[in-house]
């Protein structure tokens, strides 16, 4: 058990350590510096992550970012996607039927119960062999007897290109409360038979979706002779790289079809005449666009190419045509998912965020302690314009070697004080018995 007086001794001792000043930071590693603004007092505080941060950051998750208070001592940080203002609610559903109908159509009867509750999406559980697309019609009915129409012409699928797969096996319809929901899938050619199996639902209303920013449209350049036979291809020029896309959305001007489309990317640091051969497949989909049924509904489509995150400057874009004519495309807009930086500030004051260069990334305990305590942060950051490091190659200062004759001082320093505050508290404690 510890003596008041060896108490005392250890707060005296790290009363000496808290006076020792901390290891300043060194911004010299990294290329460029913003400014972190209208930070007035110390809390947890949110900043969207602009184009500008990501074309300036050399890793693709910001692991390269640091940010320092007025003090340069460094403040930690993490990168989230900017949360939907709702979330999707799940729904208890059974599969009351499934079958093959005579004509190749595949369908399903789904049951939500007497008080399922709204609904508006159902990911249906394939079995398929090899390429598969179908076109899907979605009815709802409270007896199993009147059915109504709710979504007509949307495709699923599963099809691969240049040794790249994409599956789409979500439906989504209007809102409805109908108890049963029953699946069609039309018969396709020459495709192979397919079975639904099983399938989950839940109500997902617009405000559940994750954020999309977007970039500058730009035109696609066609390529005059396409690597494969009966394709189409376009190089995209999107002015820099950095931007981690979540997808392209194309302004495509026929009014049906039905097209395997695949992306790829050049290497990230490609010179505007890459050949053909640089290019990576990065996603692939399937294009469509059906006219709806009912007049003055929309068409159901198709036309977004997911992108995977990738980062260059330049992609390519290949729709494979069979024998169908070419399609028509007039541009290409660029999203990123909307994300956000978010930092504990020690106190208000000037912050300085720092970024660009071949450093590990941090290690911070900032994301755990949010997951435990649910703290969500509720002051709002800004970023100021990027700018040069003056510090960026600049070799930081090395500490001045001791004297000679005097290594290892701070060991006799510590001793020295730590007798120094016992002595003393010994001749206090002799001074009140001789009084006593």
């Known amino acids: 058990m510890m003596t008041p007086t060896t108490v005392r001794a250890s707060i005296a001792l790290s009363v000496l350590f808290a006076a ?3 290891v300043a930071f060194d911004s010299s590693k990294l290329e460029f510096e913003r400014t972190v603004e209208n930070v007035s007092a110390p809390g947890l505080y949110h900043v969207e ?3 500008e941060l990501y074309r300036h950051a050399r890793a693709a998750d910001l692991a390269d970012l640091r940010i320092v208070d007025h003090d340069n001592a460094e403040v930690p940080w993490l990168v989230r996607r900017v949360p939907p203002a709702q979330r999707p609610e799940p729904r208890a559903v059974t599969v009351a039927d499934t079958r093959e109908l005579a004509d190749g159509s595949a369908r399903a ?7 399922g509750g709204k609904h508006s999406q159902v990911t249906l559980a394939v079995d398929a062999a090899g390429d598969w697309a179908r076109k899907a019609l979605v009815d709802a009915s409270n007896d199993e007897r009147a059915w109504t129409p709710l979504a007509d012409g949307a495709y699923l699928y599963g099809v691969g290109a240049a040794a790249t797969r994409a599956e789409k096996t ?11 929901v029953r699946v069609t899938l039309l018969p396709s050619r020459n495709a192979a038979p397919l079975h639904i199996r099983g399938a989950t639902a839940a109500f997902v209303p617009p405000e559940a979706h994750v954020p999309l920013r977007l970039l500058p449209s730009v035109k696609p350049q066609p390529v005059p002779q396409p690597g494969e036979p009966k394709t189409s291809e376009w190089t995209i020029d999107l002015g820099a790289p950095g931007v981690p896309l979540a997808e392209l959305a194309l302004d495509l001007t026929d009014p049906s ?3 395997r489309a695949l992306l790829s990317a050049a290497p990230y640091g490609a010179a505007a005449a890459a050949q053909p051969p640089a290019f990576t497949p990065v996603a692939a989909t399937l294009l469509f666009r059906a006219p709806a049924a009912v007049a003055g509904k929309l068409a159901e489509e198709n036309v977004r190419v997911p992108a995977a995150r990738t980062r260059t400057r330049y992609l390519r874009l290949t729709v494979y045509n069979g024998d169908d004519a070419p399609l028509a495309l007039r541009s290409v807009s660029p999203a990123y998912d909307a994300e956000e930086l978010i930092f504990r500030a020690p106190a208000g004051g000037a912050y300085t965020l720092y970024v660009g260069g071949d450093v590990p990334a941090p290690r911070y305990a900032l994301a755990a302690e949010l997951a435990r305590s649910g703290e969500q942060p509720a002051l709002a950051a800004s970023l100021g314009t990027v700018t040069p490091n003056p510090t960026y190659g600049h070799l930081a200062k090395a500490p001045s070697p001791p004297p000679a004759g005097h290594h290892d001082t701070l060991p006799i320093i510590v001793g020295l004080a730590l007798f120094a505050a016992l002595g ?3 001749a206090v404690r002799v001074v009140r ?4």
């Open 424 to 426: 003393a508290l010994w």
């Open 20 to 22: 020792a000043p901390a």
């Open 433 to 436: 018995r001789a009084r006593a």
């Open 109 to 115: 009867i789904l049951d939500f119960g007497a008080s």
């Open 170 to 180: 979500t439906l989504a319809y209007p809102t409805s409360s109908a108890r049963y």
């Open 49 to 51: 992550v602009d184009p």
């Open 257 to 259: 079809f039905e097209r």
